[in-house]
């Protein structure tokens, strides 16, 4: 499903969820905070407090998987799994990391990815129709659902790792030193 909201000044918002669990909901409310779960969103990080030692010091108390931290809403708001791989594949970082135990360089480089990977699909998705947004993000992501295919930047065989109730892809040149991570089919080890 996808949702466009169009405000009288001519912004406006799109939703879409498209994960297999229907998670979306819409509120329409005065006030944010009654919304249910709201007030535990993490930052918005294309707002413009959101720096690089921002994001440093919302990672460093983690010790989980880089790529769990990152799709996880109540630590940054509005990175789903297709976006969380592209990030980790423009920051040259494995989606296994830990996610407290970056170095600056690694920090910076994921600070940098991510903002252009989201400005990049802000931008992108403006103008285009609500019901067109699924293929258009999907034409644009370079290793998320594209498994076996060639990466754009290495030519190296993109790979996936699948989950009990989802997947991510990676190119091991670009981001795992070559290594093929294996399969783990326990959603526990994302969260
Ligand atoms: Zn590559």
């Given at each position: 499903p996808a949702l466009r909201v169009v405000l009288d000044d001519g912004s406006g918002f799109d939703l879409t969820e498209a994960g297999t669990q229907k998670r979306l909901a819409v509120y329409v409310v005065?006030?944010?905070?009654?919304?249910?779960?709201?007030?535990r969103l993490g930052p918005?990080?294309?707002?413009?407090?959101?720096d690089r030692d921002r994001l440093a010091a919302l990672l460093a108390p983690e010790s989980r998987l880089l790529k769990g931290a990152l799709r996880d809403q109540s630590l940054i708001?509005?990175?789903?799994n297709a976006y969380s791989d592209e990030i980790l594949h423009a920051a040259r970082?494995?989606?296994?990391?830990?996610?407290?135990?970056?170095t600056d360089e690694e920090t910076t480089a994921l600070y940098e990815a991510l903002r252009t990977t989201l400005t990049d699909a802000v931008e992108r998705g403006r103008g285009v129709a609500a019901g067109h947004l699924k293929k258009e993000k999907k034409t644009n992501?370079?290793?998320?659902?594209?498994?076996g295919e060639p990466c754009p930047v290495c030519g190296d065989t993109i790979r996936s790792v699948n989950f009990a109730d989802s997947s991510l892809q990676y190119c091991p040149h670009c981001q795992t030193g070559g290594k093929v991570l294996a399969d783990r089919r326990l959603s526990r080890l994302l969260k």
């Open positions: 005065r006030d944010p905070a009654d919304v249910p779960g709201i007030a918005d990080p294309l707002a413009d407090g959101f708001a509005g990175i789903g970082l494995s989606p296994f990391k830990n996610a407290g135990r970056l992501l370079r290793v998320h659902g594209k498994d």
